[in-house]
T-cell receptor, first 112, second 109 residues
Framework: SQTIHQWPATLVQPVGSPLSLECTVE??????LYWYRQAAGRGLQLLFY??????ISSEVPQNLSASRPQDRQFILSSKKLLLSDSGFYLC???????????FGPGTRLLVL | RKEVEQDPGPFNVPEGATVAFNCTYS??????FFWYRQDCRKEPKLLMS???SGNEDGRFTAQLNRASQYISLLIRDSKLSDSATYLC??????????FGPGTRLSVLP
C-alpha cells in the first residue's frame, strides 16, 4: 500500500513571504498526484493535479504554482503569500483516471 | 448550483442507531463515486468506493442511483468512533474529483 508524506505539518508565515510545501509518495509508481486546499469549515478545493513528471494542470487561477520534479514528488509553491492562502493543504495520490485517491496528513498553513 | 451537495448536519444520533446520508451530484457524466470520512483536523480517509450495484462493508452500505443522481451511505449500529465528517466525492473526466462539503455526524453515548 502507498504512503504519502507531507511536510511541514504546520506553518505560520507572514503575508508576502514565499511558500514551499512538499509531498512525496512511497509504494507506488507513476501515480496521479493532486494538491487540495480546505479552508476552515469548507470542502476540499482541487488546486493542481499531475499525471506525470513535469506535467501540471491548474484548476483554479491564483498565486500558487506546482511542480513535479520526480515521479513521486509534488511541490506546491508561492512567491508571495496572501491572507486568503491560509488553509489545510492536502496532497493526494491515485492510480489511473478516477481511481481511488489516498491523502497525506496535510499541512496546516496560517498566513498572518 | 453546487456540483456535489450534502446536508451539512450535524446529525446527532445515539449509539446503536442507524443513520443515512444522501449526496446529490449535478454532472450526469460522473463516472465514479466515493465516500470518505474526515476526523477533525485530519486528512480524509477512504471509507468506500461506490459501485453501481451498491456495496457493503460491515456496518456500512453505499448505494448509487444514477437516474436520480444521488449516492447514499447507511451506517448501522452506530459507534462513538463513527463521529466524523463524511465526504461524498464524484469523479468525471472533465472536472476531475469534486468533493461535497461534508456531513457531520455525532454519535452520542
Amino acid at each position: 500500500s502507498q504512503t504519502i508524506h507531507q511536510w511541514p505539518a504546520t506553518l505560520v508565515q507572514p503575508v508576502g513571504s514565499p511558500l514551499s510545501l512538499e509531498c512525496t509518495v512511497e509504494g507506488t509508481s507513476n501515480p496521479n498526484l493532486y494538491w487540495y486546499r480546505q479552508a476552515a469549515g469548507r470542502g476540499l478545493q482541487l488546486l493542481f493535479y499531475s499525471i506525470g513528471i513535469g506535467q501540471i494542470s491548474s484548476e483554479v487561477p491564483q498565486n500558487l504554482s506546482a511542480s513535479r520534479p520526480q515521479d513521486r514528488q509534488f511541490i506546491l509553491s508561492s512567491k508571495k503569500l496572501l491572507l486568503s492562502d491560509s488553509g489545510f493543504y492536502l496532497c493526494a495520490s491515485g492510480q489511473g483516471l478516477g481511481g481511488t485517491q489516498y491523502f497525506g496528513p496535510g499541512t496546516r498553513l496560517l498566513v498572518l | 448550483r453546487k456540483e456535489v451537495e450534502q446536508d451539512p448536519g450535524p446529525f446527532n444520533v445515539p449509539e446503536g442507531a442507524t443513520v443515512a446520508f444522501n449526496c446529490t451530484y449535478s454532472n450526469s457524466a460522473s463516472q465514479s463515486f466515493f465516500w470518505y470520512r474526515q476526523d477533525c483536523r485530519k486528512e480524509p480517509k477512504l471509507l468506500m468506493s461506490v459501485y453501481s450495484s451498491g456495496n457493503e462493508d460491515g456496518r456500512f452500505t453505499a448505494q448509487l442511483n444514477r437516474a436520480s443522481q444521488y449516492i447514499s451511505l447507511l451506517i448501522r449500529d452506530s459507534k462513538l468512533s463513527d463521529s466524523a465528517t463524511y465526504l461524498c466525492v464524484a469523479y468525471n473526466y472533465g472536472q476531475n474529483f469534486v468533493f461535497g462539503p461534508g456531513t457531520r455526524l455525532s454519535v452520542l453515548p
